[in-house]
């Protein structure tokens, strides 16, 4: 298996210096700052908008989703670190690197787990936004690969856990109803929800 993945990852870092722009554009995408800061926002918009108020308030709980598995998935992480680490594709391999060198475990990939769960706390309640962030999160997770930081099985573990704790924290927000109800009503007070 880990052969394959060394191989699926030469071959897409091996596009890197091929074509100028695709490189530029790899660079921008793959910051620690474009993407995650888009999502970011995106969150922000949604907590703030919706036709209705039952609209709103999905959206503001699909946000409290998105952020409790920014958290829960960071734990999940962190404990697989704690027992495993993996070193990046560039300790081992002669890699075209787009990106600074991160020190911490290449797998699973953190970066990937937090677009993803975001991506789909927003797609259990919008489906053309959660769309439009799974394929920007497909894209950032391609970019991280290509750019040299990550093993493909990386991003697909990462990308799994994201998912994992955004469809978790959805049942579990359901099964607790009324009290992110009560909480958004408790916000309203003060002009935060």
Known sequence: MESIDIQIFLWINGWVGENYLLDEIARIIVSDYLIPVGFSMTMVGLWFSGKTTLVRQAYQKAVIVGVGSIGL???????????????????????????????DSSFPANPAAMVFTVAIAIWMVNKKIGYMLIAIAMLFSLAR??????????????????????????????LIEPVPT????FARIFCLA
């Open 73 to 103: 998935s960071n734990l999940i992480v962190a404990g697989i670190n704690h027992f495993y680490f993996r070193v990046r594709p560039f300790n081992d391999l002669d890699v075209s690197l787009l990106f600074y060198k991160p020190t």
């Open 145 to 174: 690969i290509y750019s040299g930081v990550f093993y493909p099985s990386d991003i697909l573990a990462g990308a799994l856990i994201g998912i994992f704790c955004a469809l978790i924290l959805t049942k579990v927000r359901k």
């Open 182 to 185: 009560l909480v958004l009503k």
